[in-house]
C-alpha cells in the first residue's frame, strides 16, 4: 500500500504572511484613526471685542480659545493642523506599521510628553492603551479572511 | 511614626535612595532623590522648577494574573530627566537605565517583580534645556492588608 504526502507548507505560509500583514494593517488604521479621534475635541475660537493699536492700525477684535484641555486630557482642536499631521505608515515588506506625526506639527509631540512649561496632555500613548485589546485583537484575527483561500 | 510604603511610585523612590545597592548609590550620587517627583516639578506659583530634576509618572496599569499569592499588574513607568547639559543629562539616563533594568526589589507591602527598560528618546526644548525620556515595562505586586 502506497501513501501519496503532498506538501502545501509553500502555499500555507504565503497565506499565513498575507493574513499577518492584513490582520496589521488594520490594527494599524484602527489606531491612526482613533489617534484623530482622541483630539478632535474642538477648542472653537470666538472673536471678542479689544481697541489696541498695532502697525497695522487699530485692532477692533481677536480670537481667544476659552475651552483648552486641561493637562492630562488629549490636547484639543484649533485650526486642526495637528490632527491633519497624524500620519501612518505601513511596510508592506515587514510587515510593520507606525502611526506618528510630521515634523512640522513637532508640538503634539511636546504636548504628548509634557516639557517644562506645558503638562503632559498624552494623546499617542494614551490612545495605545485604551485600545490594545482591539489593536491586538485585530493584529491577531483581521487577516484570518486570507487563511484557506 | 514611619509608615509603610504600600504604592509602587513611593518604592521607585525608596528604591532610588536606597543606600545598600550600589547602583542606587551611584544614581543617587549623579540626581538626588529629593529631585525625583512623582506627577510634575510645578511650584505654587505656577512656574516650573530649576533644572536638573526627574518626573515619574506610571503611564498605564493593568491586571496581569491573579494567583494564591496576590495579584499582579503591568504598567509603564516613565521618568523624565530634564537638564541643562546634554552629557550630564545623558549620565543621569544611564545611571537610571543601570539602577531599573531587569532588576527586582521589595519593600513593605510592595513588590516589583520586573523593571524592563523600553525606549528612550532625548529632546531639546525652546529655552536650551535637554529632556531625556526613558520608559520602563513594571510587573508589580501589592499586598493587600
Known amino acids: 500500500m502506497a501513501a501519496v504526502l503532498t506538501w502545501r507548507g509553500d502555499k500555507f505560509n504565503q497565506q499565513l504572511r498575507?493574513?499577518?500583514t492584513v490582520g496589521l494593517q488594520r490594527a494599524t488604521v484602527f489606531y491612526h484613526q482613533h489617534c484623530r479621534m482622541a483630539v478632535s475635541k474642538p477648542n472653537s475660537g470666538q472673536r471678542v471685542k479689544?481697541?489696541?493699536k498695532t502697525k497695522g492700525g487699530n485692532k477692533r477684535s481677536r480670537t481667544i480659545y476659552p475651552n483648552p484641555s486641561k493637562p492630562g486630557e488629549p490636547p484639543r482642536l484649533?485650526?486642526?493642523?495637528g490632527q491633519r499631521h497624524i500620519l501612518v505608515e505601513f511596510d508592506k515588506s515587514v510587515p510593520a506599521g507606525r502611526v506618528g506625526i510630521a515634523q512640522n506639527a513637532i508640538y503634539m509631540f511636546y504636548l504628548e510628553?509634557?516639557?517644562?512649561?506645558?503638562?503632559?496632555?498624552?494623546?499617542?500613548?494614551a490612545t495605545l492603551m485604551k485600545f490594545q485589546e482591539q489593536i491586538g485583537r485585530l493584529a491577531a484575527t483581521g487577516g484570518k479572511g486570507e487563511i484557506g483561500t | 511614626m514611619t509608615t509603610a510604603i504600600t504604592t509602587l511610585e513611593a518604592a521607585i523612590h525608596t528604591w532610588w535612595a536606597d543606600a545598600t545597592l550600589p547602583k542606587a548609590v551611584a544614581l543617587n550620587s549623579l540626581l538626588g532623590v529629593?529631585?525625583?517627583?512623582?506627577?510634575d516639578m510645578q511650584n505654587d506659583d505656577g512656574t516650573f522648577a530649576d533644572v536638573p530634576y526627574c518626573t515619574l509618572n506610571r503611564e498605564s496599569n493593568s491586571q496581569a494574573w491573579q494567583t494564591n499569592c496576590g495579584r499582579f499588574d503591568s504598567g509603564l513607568?516613565?521618568?523624565?530627566?530634564?537638564?541643562s547639559d546634554h552629557a550630564a543629562g545623558m549620565a543621569i539616563r544611564q545611571a537610571i537605565v543601570n539602577c531599573f533594568d531587569n532588576q527586582e526589589y521589595e519593600i513593605d507591602d510592595v513588590t516589583i517583580e520586573s523593571m524592563?527598560?523600553?525606549?528612550?528618546?532625548?529632546i531639546q526644548e525652546e529655552d536650551g534645556v535637554w529632556q531625556f525620556l526613558i520608559d520602563f515595562s513594571v510587573i508589580h505586586k501589592v499586598r493587600v492588608a
Open chain 1, 18 to 20: 498575507s493574513a499577518t
Open chain 2, 34 to 39: 529629593a529631585s525625583l517627583v512623582t506627577g
Open chain 1, 78 to 81: 484649533r485650526t486642526g493642523f
Open chain 1, 50 to 52: 479689544v481697541r489696541r
Open chain 2, 116 to 122: 524592563q527598560f523600553q525606549n528612550d528618546l532625548a
Open chain 2, 77 to 83: 513607568l516613565r521618568f523624565q530627566v530634564w537638564h
Open chain 1, 113 to 125: 510628553v509634557g516639557t517644562r512649561r506645558i503638562r503632559r496632555r498624552p494623546w499617542l500613548l
